[in-house]
């Protein structure tokens, strides 16, 4: 069968309108992709309450959801329902389609198909509360106080036994970085492909001449670190502005000096120019990828990271003598504010601004484009198609 005759679904964990990010650009992006150059695709997520979604999409592209749907919060807060998300996402009849795409953060992935059906999952990460970072996610939510620990690690425990036995059934895998794809090789024992997620990066212009302030554009919760750089931007008494909203916020202003400044509900352009003024973006956290440094860098500004996950596909440190690669910032190794406050200093110091090009920085920013990860995606699609379909014979 020729690819571009065949009935396509693209599956989605969740379209959640307080935190549509990443992976669900991503998603519509692939969406438009095979719209535009093989067949409209219909969409299947367990749950959708973004509004402008169907806007989004071609008008003939049909949206279905599970029965979480019509639960009590269950298009506001889907993960009320963990234990029976594996169920849901299963309960999907796809026997009509020839190819499943799959992009998935955690339960997309676990749809059921048959032998005669392709199934490509995209995988931003495994389950990180299910793995390695579970501890860090009971201890966020401070279970012990309500005897719901052991019960919740159980039930992590049995979300660990499906994540694992439902990729087993996947035929192909793609990562979104060599970070994502070492931990499928680990969780899953999966061999992955490493295609980059898609950044905009011709919505974001530069600036030759720089301000003197440091930025973080983040959600505000607490596994992006932001209260490693309060903590280091208070001793160091340098300009930070903070852009972003979440469940930590009034817990970071309040321990924040008066040279840490917060913006909550600013319009992109005005995200755009601060990322285009600002001397240096700052990074704490540890992403499977990392979107926003990607945008400061088409934005011409350096990167100041942690240097561990998936950051380490996007930054090359400057103090790293490689020919080949284009130096666009620096990268701490401990997750400290002391060694955040020691990366600072040397940058100040050194005055090692003046060593970042924006223009460099934004040329560099172009190998993660969107027409860079449709024009990659696309050739995986055509050659994972015509693999299965030999083997079929």
Known sequence: MDIKE????IIHDWFIKKSFGGSEKVTLIINNLLNERYSNPDIFSLTSNADNLKRKLNKQSKIYTSFIQSLPFGKTNVQRYLPFLPYAIEQFDLRNYDLVISSSHAFAKGVLTSPEQL????VHTPMRYAWDQMHTYLKQFSLSKYGLE???RFILYKLREWDFYSSQRLDYVIANSNFTSRRIKKYWGLESEV?????DTKRFKYNESRGDYYLSVNRLVPNKRIDLLIKAFNRLNLPLIIIGDGPERIKLEKISNSNIKFLRKISDREVEKYMSRC???IYA???DFGIAPVEAMASGAPVIAY???????????LNENKKDKVSNGLLFKKQTHEDIIDTINWFEDKK???????????QYSQNFSIENFVNKFDFSIKKTWEIFNKKKI
């Open 6 to 9: 065949s009935n396509i679904a």
């Open 119 to 122: 199934h490509i999952s995209y």
């Open 150 to 152: 052991i019960p919740i």
């Open 195 to 199: 295609i980059h997620p898609p950044v």
């Open 279 to 281: 001397k240096a973006f």
């Open 285 to 287: 956290g540890i992403e």
């Open 307 to 317: 240097g561990k996950g998936g950051i380490l596909d996007t930054v090359n440190c």
């Open 352 to 362: 090692l601004w003046n060593k970042f090009k924006p223009k460099i920085l934004n």
